[in-house]
């Protein structure tokens, strides 16, 4: 249930932000332990080739080069690994710390150079002759999956990594009913999280204890102590993985990588500690990336709107290697199973394909799947609403779930716990110009030789996933947190998260349920995170989890803890613990304020003064709390964007930007304001300007930030936000995941703005980014002007031919 009058709710000031305001705060790349080498990799120059020698005499020569590692060094020391979820018919090559055999991607790591300084290391690489037999490369997903096409692991049997139908009902009658069908395909741009921080380790190995302390950027400390203590064949105890401050992560860093491992491993080798340190080019061409997915679709509908049937093709380019733990398929999955999102759906197929290609992987990154299973259907229903002549809204209100429906099961088996579908929507609806307003706004930019549009998207979104989503799949990824609470000696208070920060606030947040469940001043709280010596188990961050089940864990502990504070009062005071009360750090007798105790009292008497104490009284005023949380919880959301389309150039303006957000119970609105943001900039990047775009050789053209564009402040308008706060009844504080629902609905709602600003001159773009290039050829192509060069867009998998909109 959720918390009222206490510090859950409150826009609590970030504990976290003072000291990295200050320069005070730790990043992988601050810290340099005594003796310290320094690591540099030589990439993969091309994207498929067979490697026939590697030449390394002259590196190994070069002075201040301490060790040059190949595959045939590390291999024999280290496992390989890939990611295989128990999804039939899931299949990849296997990962291994350097390239062995062929070469699959630009950017993939070769040969690992350790040397006094980078610079050295860096210098070394040149000396290296990598000699290999170019082969070809394979980047188009659709064309990946042909027979014909060459095999990017030899040992598959072909380029389809996966192929699965999710859905039910009998799709064909809904069709074959149907008054009207409209069939849309859209394209996705591959692109990645390019966070502020780039991924970094400095791994020390102690050969007398056989211990490894590694320092890294990531989201899951024990999942990687886990894993490096199976890949080297160590004991988990001897392995400490420590991550303080992230500097972004977005899901990118809840993998295994390759040069990350190769760091570890050159430590064990040569018993000092070796520092890697990532640079943006090896950012874009090797972090895992996201987003590129192809998705036709049709709908079914009758003549006033409903929605009868609903069917899409999903081709999602997975790169060349599925990674670990969390695959290479979970995205394409999660596009066809989100896409009937929050609507009365009553029949859906969608088929799924995921292509093996010789890019870098494709692995989850803020939304996995939602952003584009949303413009699919989104973009879907507008281009339905112009078919029957329907106001976008009005279509939307008469499918969407209603309050009485709920909870609800999805036709793809999603069980929508709770939500505020249709007040989301009446809510956005008043907060932006319609009808007659509207059309006034439209009329005095085109003066300005500007189409102005609007976009709405609504969606739901996966949150907290439980033990359930994945690990059912047999992936190693547990759904519970573990939090210690520890009070002590002056009556302050210690909690320990087995999560680690990611810049999300989670440690302003934990301390605010401590401080309601516990009963103490927040500013008593401190908390500790990041350090698997220290702190209890955690699953890490991911998928909007944060909230739900580390709080749960939080508020489990504080509670227990609670209870043996008041079991020690009550022997003090002489009075039945039931009727006491922890209230701003002192415990009080219900209805007599004067009979009272401060914590810090307890607390001393707890650690120094237990002689004043029964013996069967439990006086540990430590306590680790649990909490496993649902399967799932869904948010759900609408979002309105109002751009501005330079009519002679193309260029998108984004001037408003207008948000309803049900996150259920908000333990800090600030936080998820701030949340709500950034992962709107993140899907207005998406929209708009991000992508990494590789040529037919495979070859990264947008591999530096010249290239690579990305949406800065002049870019992005206020984001309005405002909050519908339905408790979720299936987590213990009634809160929902925030952390993804900017990033998933902003791709749709700006699309559709584009898309309703071009659409009086009967154009329309279905492949984002949404390049200037684009919007102009899609207008001069309804006028009747043709361009002499090819479109620069992809193929799209197809439907059987009907009397669609394409």
Same mark, same amino acid.
């Given at each position: 249930?959720?918390?009222?009058?206490?510090?859950?709710?409150?826009?609590?000031?970030?504990?976290?932000?003072?000291?990295?305001?200050?320069?005070?705060?730790?990043? &992988?790349?601050?810290?340099?332990?005594?003796?310290?080498?320094?690591?540099?990799?030589?990439?993969?120059?091309?994207?498929?080739?067979?490697?026939?020698?590697? *030449?390394?005499?002259?590196?190994?020569?070069?002075?201040?080069?301490?060790? /040059?590692?190949?595959?045939?060094?590390?291999?024999? !020391?280290?496992?390989?690994?890939?990611?295989?979820?128990?999804?039939?018919?899931?299949?990849? *090559? @296997?990962?291994?710390?350097?390239?062995?055999?062929?070469?699959?991607?630009?950017?993939?790591?070769?040969?690992?150079?350790?040397?006094?300084?980078?610079?050295?290391?860096?210098?070394?690489?040149?000396?290296?002759?990598?000699?290999?037999?170019?082969?070809?490369?394979?980047?188009?997903?659709?064309?990946?999956?042909?027979?014909?096409?060459?095999?990017?692991?030899?040992?598959?049997?072909?380029?389809?990594?996966?192929?699965?139908?999710?859905?039910?009902?009998?799709?064909?009658?809904?069709?074959?009913?149907?008054?009207? /069908?409209?069939?849309? *395909?859209?394209?996705?741009?591959?692109?990645?999280?390019? &966070?502020?921080?780039?991924?970094? /380790?400095?791994?020390?190995?102690?050969?007398?204890?056989?211990?490894?302390?590694?320092?890294?950027?990531?989201?899951?400390?024990?999942?990687?102590?886990?894993?490096?203590?199976?890949?080297?064949?160590?004991?988990?105890?001897?392995?400490?993985?420590?991550?303080?401050?992230?500097?972004?992560?977005?899901?990118?860093?809840?993998?295994?990588?390759?040069?990350?491992?190769?760091?570890?491993?050159?430590?064990?080798?040569?018993?000092?500690? =070796?520092?890697?340190?990532? @640079?943006?080019?090896?950012?874009?061409?090797?972090?895992?990336?996201?987003?590129?997915?192809?998705?036709? &679709?049709?709908? &079914?509908?009758?003549?006033?709107?409903?929605?009868?049937?609903?069917?899409?093709?999903?081709?999602?380019?997975?790169?060349?290697?599925?990674?670990?733990?969390?695959?290479? =398929?979970?995205?394409?999955?999660?596009?066809?199973?989100?896409?009937?999102?929050?609507?009365?759906?009553?029949?859906?197929?969608?088929?799924?394909?995921?292509?093996?290609?010789?890019?870098?992987?494709?692995?989850?990154?803020?939304?996995?799947?939602?952003?584009?299973?949303?413009?699919?259907?989104?973009?879907?229903?507008?281009?339905?609403?112009?078919?029957?002549?329907?106001?976008?809204?009005?279509?939307?209100?008469?499918?969407?779930?209603?309050?009485?429906?709920?909870?609800?099961?999805?036709?793809?088996?999603?069980? #929508?716990?709770?939500?505020?579908?249709?007040?989301?929507?009446?809510?956005?609806?008043?907060?932006? $110009?319609?009808?007659?307003?509207?059309?006034?706004?439209?009329?005095?930019?085109?003066?300005?030789?500007?189409?102005?549009?609007?976009?709405?998207?609504?969606?739901?979104?996966?949150?907290?996933?439980?033990? !359930?989503? #994945?690990?059912?799949?047999?992936?190693?990824?547990?759904?519970?947190?573990?939090?210690?609470?520890?009070?002590?000696?002056?009556?302050?208070?210690?909690?320990?998260?087995?999560?680690?920060?990611?810049?999300?606030?989670?440690?302003?947040?934990?301390?605010?349920?401590?401080?309601?469940?516990?009963?103490?001043?927040?500013?008593?709280?401190?908390?500790?995170?990041?350090?698997?010596?220290?702190?209890?188990?955690?699953?890490?961050?991911?998928?909007?989890?944060?909230?739900?089940?580390?709080?749960?864990?939080?508020?489990?502990?504080?509670?227990?803890?609670?209870?043996?504070?008041?079991?020690?009062?009550?022997?003090?005071?002489?009075?039945?613990?039931?009727?006491?009360?922890?209230?701003?750090?002192?415990?009080?007798?219900?209805?007599?304020?004067?009979?009272?105790?401060?914590?810090?009292?307890?607390?001393?008497?707890?650690?120094?003064?237990?002689?004043?104490?029964?013996?069967?009284?439990?006086?540990?005023?430590?306590? %680790?709390?649990?909490?496993? *949380?649902?399967?799932?919880?869904?948010?759900?959301?609408?979002?309105?964007?109002? /751009?501005?389309?330079?009519?002679?150039?193309?260029?998108?303006?984004?001037?408003?930007?207008?948000?309803?957000?049900?996150?259920?119970?908000?333990?800090?609105?600030?936080?998820?304001?701030?949340?709500?943001?950034?992962?709107?900039?993140?899907?207005?990047?998406?929209?708009?300007?991000?992508?990494?775009?590789?040529?037919?050789?495979?070859?990264?053209?947008?591999?530096?930030?010249?290239?690579?564009?990305?949406?800065?402040?002049?870019?992005?308008?206020?984001?309005?936000?405002?909050?519908?706060?339905?408790?979720?009844?299936?987590?213990?504080?009634?809160?929902?995941?925030?952390?993804? $629902?900017?990033?998933?609905?902003?791709?749709?709602?700006?699309?559709?703005?584009?898309?309703?600003?071009?659409?009086?001159?009967?154009?329309?773009?279905?492949?984002?980014?949404?390049?200037?290039?684009? =919007?102009?050829?899609?207008?001069?192509?309804?006028?009747?002007?043709?361009?002499?060069?090819?479109?620069? %867009?992809?193929?799209?998998?197809?439907?059987?031919?009907?009397?669609?909109?394409?």
């Amino acid at each position: 249930m959720s918390i009222t009058d206490g510090w859950v709710g409150r826009r609590v000031k970030r504990v976290e932000d003072p000291k990295i305001l200050l320069g005070r705060g730790r990043y &992988a790349d601050d810290v340099t332990p005594a003796r310290c080498l320094h690591a540099a990799f030589l990439r993969a120059p091309v994207a498929h080739a067979r490697i026939t020698s590697i *030449g390394t005499e002259a590196a190994r020569r070069a002075p201040g080069v301490v060790a /040059v590692f190949t595959a045939d060094d590390f291999n024999p !020391m280290c496992r390989s690994w890939k990611g295989l979820l128990d999804w039939p018919g899931l299949v990849s *090559g @296997d990962q291994r710390p350097l390239a062995t055999g062929k070469l699959r991607y630009v950017g993939e790591p070769v040969v690992l150079v350790v040397a006094e300084s980078r610079a050295v290391a860096e210098d070394a690489l040149e000396l290296i002759d990598l000699e290999y037999e170019e082969l070809p490369a394979v980047v188009d997903s659709i064309a990946a999956l042909d027979d014909a096409t060459v095999r990017v692991h030899d040992e598959l049997p072909s380029n389809l990594a996966f192929e699965a139908t999710f859905g039910s009902g009998d799709v064909e009658a809904a069709f074959a009913e149907a008054d009207v /069908v409209v069939e849309t *395909g859209i394209s996705t741009a591959r692109h990645t999280a390019v &966070a502020l921080e780039p991924r970094g /380790v400095v791994a020390e190995f102690d050969p007398s204890a056989k211990a490894l302390t590694v320092r890294i950027s990531t989201q899951a400390p024990h999942m990687l102590q886990s894993v490096f203590a199976e890949l080297f064949g160590l004991r988990e105890s001897t392995i400490r993985v420590i991550t303080d401050e992230v500097g972004g992560a977005f899901g990118m860093k809840a993998h295994v990588y390759s040069d990350e491992v190769a760091t570890c491993a050159a430590s064990i080798l040569l018993r000092r500690p =070796v520092k890697w340190i990532q @640079d943006r080019v090896e950012s874009l061409q090797s972090d895992t990336q996201a987003r590129d997915e192809r998705v036709s &679709a049709k709908i &079914a509908v009758t003549a006033d709107g409903r929605i009868l049937g609903l069917r899409s093709e999903v081709v999602s380019d997975g790169g060349a290697f599925s990674v670990y733990p969390r695959s290479m =398929v979970t995205e394409g999955i999660q596009v066809a199973t989100i896409m009937p999102g929050p609507y009365r759906i009553p029949v859906y197929s969608g088929h799924v394909r995921v292509a093996i290609t010789t890019k870098a992987p494709l692995a989850v990154y803020r939304g996995v799947g939602h952003p584009v299973a949303i413009l699919a259907m989104e973009t879907l229903l507008d281009e339905t609403a112009r078919r029957l002549g329907l106001d976008p809204a009005e279509l939307r209100r008469r499918n969407l779930i209603t309050p009485d429906e709920l909870p609800y099961t999805s036709v793809t088996n999603q069980v #929508y716990d709770s939500g505020s579908h249709q007040e989301s929507l009446e809510k956005l609806l008043s907060m932006i $110009a319609t009808g007659p307003d509207l059309d006034k706004r439209k009329a005095e930019a085109r003066e300005r030789g500007r189409l102005l549009g609007v976009g709405l998207a609504c969606f739901v979104e996966v949150t907290a996933p439980g033990v !359930m989503f #994945y690990g059912k799949r047999g992936a190693p990824i547990t759904a519970h947190d573990q939090v210690e609470v520890r009070v002590e000696a002056d009556g302050s208070v210690t909690v320990l998260l087995g999560t680690p920060g990611q810049g999300q606030g989670l440690q302003t947040t934990a301390a605010q349920v401590v401080a309601d469940h516990l009963g103490v001043p927040f500013d008593r709280i401190t908390v500790i995170s990041g350090d698997t010596a220290v702190v209890p188990h955690g699953t890490g961050v991911w998928a909007s989890r944060s909230a739900v089940v580390s709080s749960g864990a939080a508020a489990s502990a504080a509670r227990e803890v609670k209870e043996r504070m008041l079991a020690i009062a009550g022997h003090l005071l002489e009075v039945d613990p039931a009727d006491l009360e922890i209230d701003d750090g002192v415990v009080h007798v219900v209805g007599a304020p004067n009979a009272r105790l401060g914590v810090e009292e307890i607390a001393e008497i707890a650690h120094w003064r237990t002689h004043r104490l029964p013996e069967d009284l439990r006086i540990g005023l430590s306590v %680790t709390g649990e909490y496993s *949380g649902p399967n799932v919880t869904f948010n759900n959301g609408a979002h309105a964007a109002v /751009v501005e389309v330079e009519e002679d150039s193309g260029l998108v303006h984004l001037v408003d930007y207008a948000c309803v957000e049900d996150c259920g119970v908000l333990i800090n609105p600030s936080i998820v304001d701030g949340q709500i943001r950034g992962g709107v900039a993140q899907g207005v990047g998406g929209a708009l300007f991000e992508r990494l775009h590789y040529d037919e050789n495979g070859q990264l053209l947008t591999s530096t930030l010249l290239d690579y564009l990305m949406p800065t402040g002049p870019e992005l308008p206020d984001v309005r936000i405002t909050h519908i706060e339905t408790p979720s009844p299936v987590t213990s504080l009634g809160v929902k995941g925030a952390g993804e $629902a900017g990033a998933a609905g902003a791709p749709a709602a700006v699309h559709n703005a584009v898309n309703d600003a071009l659409s009086p001159f009967g154009a329309r773009v279905w492949h984002q980014p949404l390049t200037p290039e684009r =919007v102009v050829r899609a207008l001069d192509e309804a006028a009747g002007r043709s361009w002499p060069e090819p479109p620069d %867009t992809p193929g799209l998998p197809s439907l059987e031919e009907d009397n669609g909109v394409r």
